[in-house]
């Protein structure tokens, strides 16, 4: 069991029970960490305050993504809370719903704006207001969520996979920025599990089917195994790792025919 105890941590992405980022924060306090849980918006809130009830002390925090404001705001609160941070784990993404059915081609310039901002942007500048709080604490861990769909085509999944190519190449940069500060990045490639995001990817049961038949371990993978490969992304097992997509997906990446 890794050792967070006495760590401070930051989760964005939280959205209901099922939400990676719930796993995650779940685990991470298992390990003894103290969170911070942010909601994008007030419909979220509730559900956001009804998990973060079953945790130690957390400290819960208005952010939209989107917003520069919001996101300045989140990093003057955490300094107030917690004087510092340990780790960030980054579990925001979106698209619009037309994205993920019409044909890539169809891609609206406002589509892909907000599919790359969201799911993208938004890690580099979370990182930003994490490196302060980090710097204070001798360094941290970064962590974000992507998919496969990064580097090869899966149906319906389309801009979002141009989106995690560019969150992936994000994850590189900003290790490379950050390393000498001892400040760590990477990302967990997690194969397909159903959440609110998937649900919103036409077809998405079809893809779970052939990941059961065809990845080396035939079976999907759980919440709890993408939880547990990011407390060992979190804490000091990894200190040598950084700039890595850590795939989690029962091996689903290394198959041909
Ligand atoms: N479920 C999968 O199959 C799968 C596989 C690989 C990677 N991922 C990635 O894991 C991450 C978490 O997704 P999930 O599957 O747990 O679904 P989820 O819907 O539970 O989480 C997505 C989160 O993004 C948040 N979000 C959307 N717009 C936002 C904004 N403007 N500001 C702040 N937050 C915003 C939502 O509130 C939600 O909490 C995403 O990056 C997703 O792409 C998911």
Redesign the pocket.
């Known amino acids: 069991m890794p050792d967070l105890s006495g760590k401070f941590g930051l989760i964005?992405?939280?959205?209901?029970k099922?939400?990676?980022?719930w796993a995650i924060a779940q685990a991470a306090a298992a390990a003894g960490a103290r969170l911070a849980l942010?909601y994008?918006s007030e419909r979220?809130e509730e559900n956001v305050r009804e998990l973060a009830a079953t945790l130690d002390k957390p400290v819960i925090l208005p952010?939209?993504?989107?917003s520069d404001e919001q996101i300045a705001a989140l990093g003057s609160a955490l300094d107030r809370e917690f004087g510092g941070l340990d780790f960030l784990v980054h579990?925001?993404?979106?698209a619009p719903q037309a994205e993920l059915s019409n044909p890539f081609f169809q891609t609206s310039r406002e589509g892909f704006r907000i599919a790359l901002d969201?799911?993208a942007y938004s890690l580099i500048a979370l990182t930003r207001i994490a490196v302060p709080l980090m710097e204070k604490r001798g360094g941290g861990s970064v962590l974000t969520?992507?998919?496969l769909g990064s580097q090869r085509v899966f149906t319906n999944y389309n801009v979002?996979g141009v989106a995690k190519a560019a969150l992936e190449a994000a994850v590189r940069y900003l290790a490379s920025d950050l390393g000498p500060k001892n400040i760590r990045v990477n990302a967990i490639?997690?194969?397909?599990?159903k959440?609110?995001?998937?649900a919103g990817i036409s077809g998405f049961s079809n893809i779970l089917q052939v990941y059961r038949d065809r990845a080396p371990l035939k079976r999907n993978v759980e919440l709890s195994e993408v939880a547990d490969a990011a407390t060992f992304l979190l804490g000091p097992a990894s200190r040598a790792v950084t700039g890595e997509i850590v795939m989690v997906d029962a091996g689903y990446h290394v198959t041909g025919i």
């Open positions: 964005v992405g939280v959205a209901n099922r939400s990676i980022s942010t994008p979220l952010c939209d993504v989107g579990g925001a993404a979106f969201v799911s969520l992507t998919y979002m490639s997690a194969g397909p599990i959440t609110l995001a998937a």
